[in-house]
């Protein structure tokens, strides 16, 4: 699917600047907390790969980045275990703050922009590559309005919404949606489903293929699974690296096309396709060196990012998200063992 079928937006759209001083301050306290347990971070080997041979990358808020020799995943290591993690977003502040101001404030654009836009893209995969059974599991559901605008495509006789972060999954209650509360590694009551749909959340996660053999045990042999998150090879983390806002402390992992197919198939799934259909990176990198916070010595990158912005910057955007270069990554998998 062409990048231009997704309609442009601004990141001050989908994130007030008004509301950014206090979403910083709640990130902050939340850092803070997690910081205060660093001492029992844990090292892993890659979360794509498994394998324990890397190169450190750089460090930011004093949280290590290592890339991985093998297949170029970038991700924390150490990193927190998961009962910290499960500490961290039952008590998470900024979560809060998203639910209570930022989500409301900018829902209308989410809906048109991002939400409206995701549900039709997985409608026209559910539709290509079919699906066995009428129902469609969503992981980390947020403030539910993804599974608001799947439900009206009426392609779905059962949604399940799986949000283990509590005053969202409130707020997805009482939406009227069909509410999960726990990690989908604790979900074992649900039928079978057709469709497992997880949007930003693998790179939140301590064990990534732990996560796609539970999604893999509530599908049948057929289903589809869709995921979303960053790329560690994307534009503004390669230009950035720790400068950009995409690398924050609750990201632990940044695959690449190539290494987060090569999990999923090491977990029984036919990569049917993959994507990078990502609007912000150029803006994301922009944004950041007119602000002062980024130096942007590279002269053809200033040529495009700045001087020549409003003429090439749409179809520089284009040219990345075109060529698996943007920072949003998509993959689509069928489960065959």
């Known amino acids: 699917m062409s990048s231009k079928a997704v ?25 803070q907390r997690l910081l205060a347990r660093k001492a029992e971070f844990v090292e892993v080997g890659c979360p794509a790969c498994d394998s324990v041979e890397s190169h450190f990358a750089f460090e930011k808020r004093t949280i ?31 979560y809060a703050y998203w639910n209570k101001h930022i989500f409301p404030a900018s829902e209308s654009v989410r809906r048109e922009k991002i939400f409206r836009p995701r549900a039709e ?3 026209e995969f559910c539709e290509r590559f079919g699906v066995p059974e009428k129902t469609l599991l969503e992981i980390g559901a947020g403030f539910g309005t993804f599974c608001e605008e799947i439900k009206k495509l009426d392609l779905f006789e059962r949604i399940y919404a799986v949000e283990p972060t509590p005053d969202l999954a409130e707020t997805c209650r009482q939406r009227g949606l ?14 079978r489903v057709g469709v497992v749909a997880s949007f930003e959340t693998i790179e939140h996660i ?23 998150c960053p790329s560690g090879k994307g534009f503004d983390v390669v230009v950035m690296q720790a400068a950009t806002d ?5 990201h632990l992992n940044y695959f690449n096309p190539k290494s987060l197919s090569h999990l999923v198939e090491r977990c029984g799934f036919e990569v049917l396709e993959v994507q990078t259909p990502g609007k912000l990176d150029a803006e994301l990198v922009r944004k950041k060196s007119l602000s002062g916070q980024f130096d942007l010595e590279d002269p053809f990158l200033k040529q495009v990012l700045i001087d020549e912005w409003e003429q090439v910057g749409d179809a ?8 698996g270069l943007s920072s949003h990554l998509w993959l689509i998998a069928r489960k065959i063992a």
């Open 7 to 31: 309609p442009t937006f601004k990141e001050t759209d989908i994130r007030p600047d008004h509301l950014l001083k206090g979403q910083i301050e709640c990130v902050e306290a939340d850092l």
């Open 64 to 94: 290590s980045y290592v890339v991985c020799d093998k297949c170029e995943t970038m991700f924390v290591n150490p990193r927190p275990t998961p009962e910290i993690l499960e500490m961290y977003y039952s008590t998470s502040e900024n």
């Open 121 to 123: 893209r997985t409608a």
């Open 178 to 191: 069909e509410v999960l509360e726990k990690p989908i590694e604790k979900v074992d009551e649900v039928e």
């Open 206 to 228: 301590f064990s990534p293929e732990d996560f796609v053999r539970h999604c893999s045990q509530v599908l049948p042999v057929g289903g589809l699974l869709i995921l979303s």
């Open 246 to 250: 995409t690398v924050d402390h609750e």
């Open 316 to 323: 520089f955007q284009t040219f990345l998200a075109d060529n």
